[in-house]
């Protein structure tokens, strides 16, 4: 596959043990371009990725753009109302087939030498084809190794070798994407917002990181909380530390969760609004999951969790995490909107995802600054596991988190960072286990 | 289209309007700024062309008044990180265009060019390029004009930096 060139999953000239431990990581892992190459191989193509959700490609044809690490694909539903995806890039000759976010095609048509391809990526046909071997008549487009989904979510994996889904996803990882899907009556979710993107001058794992930490809020936000607060993170998050029940939890397998679902102190506190003014939704899912079912879904509300190593579940809000380079990523965020509820509720969603995601938002570009500002500082460090200096220091909460050894989770105060560690260990052992 | 031209002394009054407004939004004079716009005004960045319904897709800013004054509000905080300290930025205002609005006495639809240099000095003092162009809803209320809607379709898309001054 590689040709001739060192294949970056085998030459290990950086001793990640050494540069991540478990109290402590090296900076430079934010800013080393070998890092970074060492990731895109080691993480995002031998492991599993998200892709893109079923939702996004309702009839056979509809198609949308993504990316896999640095790869580009098509997320694309054949004739036969699968879901696949494809490498978006010609089997001739490597041009980019559809250059768009999102269309609807009867075939990929490359536009350089027009050889045709169906909607499963194999080729239909190519222009004068008698100056070529018969070979030829066998060529698809390239594709990850494997794909799989949950509740809709199409997750890939690019290599041959790796963990199978069910390792990857585990049952946290279900729970955490059926506890999103559930709070739809009829149990099923759709992308119908379109992606914002927010580019970032800033490594990707900060994202991850930033997402998923409780410790933040009250001082990256404060503006947020100056201007509107009546925000729901107030008891959730911004409790004081002794007596705030939320917690963070590591699930194992690079998953983890900012669990709001103690901190909430009414139904519906983080959708902003009470039962009285959703009371078609609140009947909707009682017919569904009965009154006592619908009394914990209203009060519980989606996951707020990462899932390893480019989703987050952001409550409300899907955001998918792209590394661009060691410097740079853009986050795509989209409102996730529930099937089998009125109009007024998904424009309440979407109203919300504008508020809290994307360039011009209340939340997110204070994330954007603080994590440029740490790029600014790890720019010219080098990955040497005896440096001296240059190290993060990422204990906060270690002593006083719990271990369940039964199912490996640990659980930490809501401001701990026991998330951070969650990414770590998994990432650790992806980078340096191979 | 005769009936709603515009003469010369409209023009150079809206364009005069425009040319204030960019300069209190250039200068971060936000209190000053938010003097200018209507109770219902409608305040819209979309996402690539303004071609759809805001309330059904994600745009990058869909602000109504009660929006609009808490993204001032978090600005004038002195805590908007991503603003501390703000971006020093100059705009140049171009290509406008003045028509009486259809049925109205009291309102004109107006679009200006501009682009914008803004100093991203927050973090890595980026020089970031902005480009587009402003369709307007003015409204004459008590003799003076005002912003009734604002829609600013950028040349920049897909993944934006931030952008958390007023365009």
């Known amino acids: 596959m590689n040709g001739g060139r060192p294949n970056p999953r085998q030459t290990d000239a950086i001793d990640y043990e050494a540069l991540v431990q478990e109290d402590r990581v090296h900076g430079s892992l934010y800013s080393h371009p070998r890092v970074f190459d060492h990731e895109m191989a080691r993480i995002f193509e031998a492991s599993w990725v998200f892709v893109g959700h079923e939702s996004e490609v309702p009839e056979p044809g509809d198609w949308v753009t993504r990316r896999i690490g640095r790869e580009p694909v098509i997320l694309v539903r054949g004739r036969d109302r699968d879901v696949r995806v494809l490498a978006n890039r010609c089997a001739h000759r490597g041009t980019t087939l559809c250059w768009r976010e999102r269309g609807h095609s009867r075939n990929f048509r490359c536009t350089y030498h027009a050889w045709t391809f169906d909607l499963d990526g194999v080729l239909q046909g190519v222009p004068y084809p008698a100056g070529f071997r018969g070979a030829v008549s066998q060529t698809q487009l390239d594709r990850p190794a494997q794909v799989a989904r949950h509740r809709g979510f199409v997750f890939a994996r690019m290599s041959a070798e790796g963990a199978p889904f069910e390792e990857f996803l585990g049952p946290a990882g279900v729970e955490l994407l059926d506890r999103l899907c559930d709070l739809s009556p009829v149990g099923r979710i759709r992308l119908h917002a379109g992606w914002i993107g927010h580019q970032v001058e800033s490594n990707w794992k900060m994202w991850y990181e930033s997402n998923n930490d409780g410790y933040h809020f009250r001082f990256v936000h404060a503006s947020l909380l100056d201007a509107m607060p009546d925000t729901h993170y107030e008891d959730a998050v911004l409790g004081a530390e002794a007596t705030n029940p939320s917690r963070a939890v590591d699930y194992g397998g690079g998953h983890s969760e900012l669990d709001f679902r103690r901190g909430y102190t009414a139904p519906l506190a983080w959708l902003g609004t009470d039962e009285a003014r959703v009371g078609t939704y609140r009947d909707a899912l009682a017919r569904a999951r009965g009154d006592e079912g619908a009394k914990q879904l209203l009060w519980d509300g989606p996951p707020h969790a990462m899932i390893f190593p480019n989703l987050f579940l952001g409550e409300m809000n899907l955001v998918v995490i792209e590394p661009v380079a060691p410097g740079r990523t853009i986050l795509r965020h989209t409102a996730v909107g529930l099937e089998g509820v009125d109009a007024a509720l998904n424009r309440r969603i979407l109203r919300q995802s504008e508020a809290a995601l994307g360039p011009a938002s209340f939340i997110v570009p204070d994330d954007a600054t603080t994590a440029e500002r740490m790029q600014c500082a790890f720019e010219a460090m080098a990955p040497i596991p005896g440096a001296g200096h240059g190290w993060i220091d990422l204990s906060r909460g270690i002593e006083r988190e719990e271990h369940d050894p039964t199912t490996d989770r640990r659980i930490g105060h809501v401001s701990d960072e026991t998330t951070n560690r969650a990414f770590w260990r998994h990432y650790r052992s992806l980078m340096a286990g191979a | ?167």
């Open chain 2, 1 to 167: 289209m005769k009936a709603r031209a515009c003469d010369a002394d409209l023009y150079r009054e809206v364009e005069a309007f425009l040319f204030r407004e960019a300069r209190l939004a250039d200068e971060g004079r936000y209190a000053e700024w938010e003097v200018l716009v209507t109770d219902d005004v409608h305040y819209w960045v979309p996402k690539g062309r303004a071609d759809y319904d805001p309330g059904a897709r994600l745009s990058y800013i869909n602000d109504n008044r009660t929006r609009l004054a808490t993204r001032i509000r978090q600005l004038t905080s002195g805590r908007r990180h991503a603003q501390t300290p703000p971006s020093p930025m100059r705009r140049v205002i171009s290509n406008v265009e003045v028509e009486r609005a259809e049925g109205s006495t009291d309102e004109y639809d107006v679009g200006a060019n501009f682009v914008l240099y803004e100093l991203a000095v927050q973090a890595s003092s980026a020089l970031r390029v902005w480009a587009g162009r402003a369709s307007y809803r003015l409204r004459r209320v008590d003799g003076e004009l005002r912003i009734a809607a604002k829609t600013v379709e950028l040349v920049n898309d897909d993944a934006l930096p931030n952008l958390t001054f007023l365009l």
